[in-house]
């Protein structure tokens, strides 16, 4: 079929497809790559440096030895574990809670329950209201503590939205049966309806992982001890406000401009490294993820 | 008087009907309702608490005083920004970065997804895909150091720039280019990531559509412009409406990484004012009146475009 139907103008369209897309990969990655030839580079070669880089200029692990000197960036990676892994326990297992009860039948509440929660899509208090609610929670116990980065941001109401979708598709006789062999909601929630909605659950996982990793706002406005900054707001600090004098004691005037560039790009890599080398490993599961929010977003 | 009586009777027994319905229900799902307190917590204490915390905007607040001890002031806060230079800047800056990334960055992804469905090899579709998407998982701090350090004086695009024998400057601190950063940044990040939800819209097309197009002579161009794009309209529109009901709702991350005093004229929106405005200047009531007036600004093109949506085709957001 393919030969038959097959032009000489499809044959030139291919060709500048192609390119395009090989185009389009350099576009993506080059930047990319640039960092990693820069932060192995020789600082001094790399000042002077001028213009595309194609691979490090000389050999240096210096700037990631510097880097790892800066005391906030392995408190920062400690801390931003801390909240990943805490924070999306706890949020993945409320926002089940609330997606399990959102998909029930026969729940008279319900109906005015879902508005509530849904109404909190459309319309909020704002930046600044917030703030004050979290500043003086219980007399301020979540200010300048890693609670602040996980409580007042637990359930996000979209995949709150994505993980009931997932649960209402599942066979109400299954629930049914092991209703009849007396088990409450809690058992149904966690060894039933969780269990069968696997895929649904990862997304929301990764969901969530993915925004507490990438958080940084709230900790800009909530926390002001540097030991609890968690590694986005560390990493403000050396690459958006130019602190990098932690790193670069020791080294004299004239080099510490040259090793100061090349420790940002070691940062850059030692911040995205671990999440590039899981991305591809779960890409299936994020892009399975738009699926789903699509269906009901 | 004797129907008011008939109707108050009516009234009362249908009250404690449902009073009964209600108390059978709590009694039948009990056990439901309590494993909701931490949802019923969360919505409670972080969504609805900072709503009444809001009506901040109408007094002249002092966080000694209290919210319900502070002086009520009407409107004033909200008169103070209409009458203020920052009105006309952070709105029309809004509509700009929003309609700049509206006209270069919406149809980015539909046109990317498009050509990849004309890729014929598997293992180059997929490796185009993987690395497109790569850009969304980069954290948007990292994003920004970068846009920050390729930008400088002595940064690679200045370099490029020198090559082509223009000048180079530190173009972050300059307002003509802070909104073209901003959107090729965002294209850069959300192109590959954006044309996954319509390549799921082209692979559910009817294969049979393009058989009997081929029998009737129709080559791949026509097939294009006949089956693939009507095919994904809705998609389209879905996602246009959805984008147009975020319009004024340009998020102060980027921004407040990205801008400097330098480039306020061309880069400062609302988001980013009522956050200098509150938490660097301490103008809690009137920055809170700026970001409510936007709320409800927002809240109205949402729930426009959610009904707009509803009409075109079945999707809406409840």
Not at chain 1, 43 to 72: C, I, K, N, T, V
Not at chain 1, 109 to 117: E, S
Not at chain 1, 163 to 185: C, K, Q, T, V, Y
Not at chain 2, 118 to 126: A, G, H, Q, Y
């Amino acid at each position: 079929m393919a030969s038959i139907d097959r032009t000489k103008g499809q044959d030139i369209f291919n060709i500048f497809n192609m390119i395009f897309m090989v185009a389009l990969m350099l576009v993506t990655l080059y930047p990319l790559l640039y960092v990693v030839f820069a932060s192995f580079s020789d600082a001094g070669r790399f000042l002077a440096h001028s213009g595309m880089l194609w691979h490090p200029l000389g050999f240096s692990g210096l700037a990631y030895e510097r880097a790892f000197q800066h005391p906030s960036i392995v408190s920062g990676y400690l801390n931003t574990i801390f909240i990943v892994v805490i924070g999306t326990i706890l949020s993945v297992m409320v926002t089940a809670i609330g997606a399990y009860f959102l998909s029930r039948k026969n729940v008279l509440l319900q109906r005015p329950i879902a508005f509530l929660i849904m109404f909190t899509m459309f319309f909020s208090g704002g930046l600044i209201p917030t703030y004050f609610v979290v500043k003086n929670f219980l007399g301020g116990v979540l200010y300048d503590s890693l609670w602040a980065l996980i409580v007042p941001t637990m359930v996000s109401t979209y995949n709150l939205v994505v993980m009931r979708s997932g649960f209402a598709a599942i066979p109400d006789s299954l629930e049914e049966s092991a209703r009849i062999d007396g088990a409450g909601h809690l058992t149904i929630l966690f060894k039933i309806v969780l269990p069968l909605a696997k895929a649904t659950v990862a997304v929301i996982v990764l969901y969530y992982g993915v925004a507490y990793w990438n958080a940084w706002f709230n900790a800009s406005i909530y926390i002001n001890d540097n030991a609890k900054y968690p590694l986005q707001l560390v990493l403000r600090q050396i690459l958006l406000i130019n602190d990098t004098n932690n790193m670069t004691f020791g080294v004299d005037a004239g080099d510490q401009m040259a090793i100061s560039e090349t420790i940002k790009y070691a940062v850059i890599v030692i911040a995205t490294l671990p999440i590039l080398c899981v991305y591809p490993f779960l890409q299936k599961y994020f892009v399975k993820g738009v699926m789903i929010g699509a269906v009901k977003g | 008087m004797a129907t008011q009586a008939v109707h108050d009777a009516a009234k009362s027994s249908k009250l404690s009907s449902a009073g009964k319905i209600l108390a059978s229900d709590l009694r039948r799902n009990y056990s439901l309702y309590l494993l909701m307190i931490p949802v019923f917590l969360f919505y409670f204490l972080f969504m609805y608490r900072p709503m009444y915390g809001a009506i901040i905007a109408f007094k002249d607040f002092n966080p000694a005083d209290g919210i319900w001890g502070s002086p009520f002031v009407g409107l004033d806060n909200f008169r103070k920004f209409w009458d203020s230079m920052y009105r006309n800047r952070v709105f029309f800056n809004t509509l700009k970065i929003s309609f700049s990334t509206l006209i270069f960055g919406f149809p980015a992804p539909i046109i990317l997804a498009l050509l990849i469905n004309e890729l014929r090899s598997k293992i180059f579709t997929k490796s185009v895909q993987t690395i497109t998407y790569l850009p969304h998982f980069i954290s948007l701090v990292v994003v920004c150091g970068m846009i920050k350090d390729f930008t400088t004086e002595t940064g690679i695009i200045n370099d490029i720039i020198k090559v082509f024998g223009g000048t180079p400057t530190t173009m972050l601190n300059n307002p003509r280019y802070f909104v073209p950063i901003y959107v090729i940044s965002d294209i850069w990040q959300g192109i590959g990531w954006g044309s996954i939800i319509y390549l799921a819209a082209l692979s559910g097309i009817d294969a049979e559509l393009y058989e009997a197009a081929r029998i009737d002579g129709a080559g791949r161009w026509r097939q294009t412009l006949s089956i693939t794009i009507p095919s994904i309209i809705p998609t389209i529109i879905t996602m246009l409406l959805l984008r147009v009901g975020q319009m004024m709702n340009i998020g102060y991350e980027k921004i407040i990484l990205l801008y400097n005093p330098l480039t306020y004229e061309s880069a400062d929106v609302i988001s980013s004012f009522v956050y200098r405005e509150g938490l660097q200047n301490f103008q809690y009531s009137y920055s809170t009146a700026v970001g409510l007036l936007n709320s409800l600004i927002n809240f109205v093109l949402v729930f426009g475009a959610n009904i707009l949506s509803r009409k075109f085709n079945d999707t809406s957001l409840w």
